[in-house]
């Protein structure tokens, strides 16, 4: 069983940045591949990032290749997601999800965050 929590959305400008964690308080989180999903409004949940469980591979999608950046830190149980150069597409409810495979499929993921709203204006 893995509890995520995910924390840092908020409203940010076009162009700005943005800094998401994604916290668990059980022993076992470092034993776990991380990735982050968003998801807007009529759209279908969008792979984003993952970093394998020791963090020596991170994935990202294309769409944020090169803005967004995965990393994690197994002694706080948590993972991070630096978002810069944010545009309003980017505008969604972000998810940090748990699995033992490092995947871009979101069903094949256990455990699932609440998520956080990450809103970026023009």
């Known amino acids: 069983q893995l509890q995520l929590v995910e924390s840092g959305g908020g409203l940010v400008q076009a162009g700005g940045s943005l800094s998401l964690s994604c916290a668990a308080s059980?022993?076992?989180?470092?034993?776990?591949?991380i990735g982050w999903f968003r998801q807007s409004p009529g759209k279908e949940r969008e792979f984003v990032a993952a970093?394998?469980?020791?963090?020596?591979?991170?994935y990202y999608g294309d769409s944020v290749k090169g803005r967004f950046t995965i990393s994690r830190d197994n002694a706080k149980k948590t993972v991070y997601l630096q978002m810069n150069s944010l545009k309003p597409e980017d505008t969604a409810v972000y998810y940090c999800?748990?699995?033992?495979?490092?995947?871009?499929?979101?069903?094949?993921?256990?455990?699932w965050g609440q998520g956080t709203q990450v809103t970026v204006s023009s």
């Open positions: 970093i394998t469980w020791i963090g020596s591979n991170a």
């Open positions: 059980e022993r076992t989180f470092s034993t776990y591949n």
């Open positions: 999800a748990g699995g033992r495979s490092v995947v871009t499929a979101a069903p094949l993921y256990n455990y």
